[in-house]
């Protein structure tokens, strides 16, 4: 197996991944707001109900950005020019 395969399959896999898994982390994220104890809720807590709410569709997109990235530098690593031997370090 090459490197730029090694990538692409990782950056592919890594897409995956976070489409298979969006829908379980939307469960699990609807459970957690929805929690309640004592009187209290998740809002009780400054800020937290706020970043429960975004951090799925953060790592969501920085999933798919990386796979994309991965599978991109995959495909280009094949066409490019030079190797580095070839530079100069000097």
Do not use: Y
Request: charged share 10%; proline share 2%.
């Amino acid at each position: 197996m090459s490197g730029n395969f090694k990538t692409i399959v990782i950056g592919l896999l890594m897409i995956v991944i976070a489409l298979a898994m969006f829908p379980i982390v939307l469960d699990s994220v609807a459970a957690v707001l929805a929690w309640t104890s004592g009187g209290s809720s998740i809002a009780t807590f400054t800020g937290l109900e706020a970043l429960v709410k975004i951090s799925p569709l953060l790592i969501f997109i920085a999933l798919l950005a990386g796979g994309g990235w991965l599978t991109f530098e995959g495909f280009r690593g094949g066409s490019s020019g030079g190797s580095k031997s070839d530079r100069d370090l000097h």
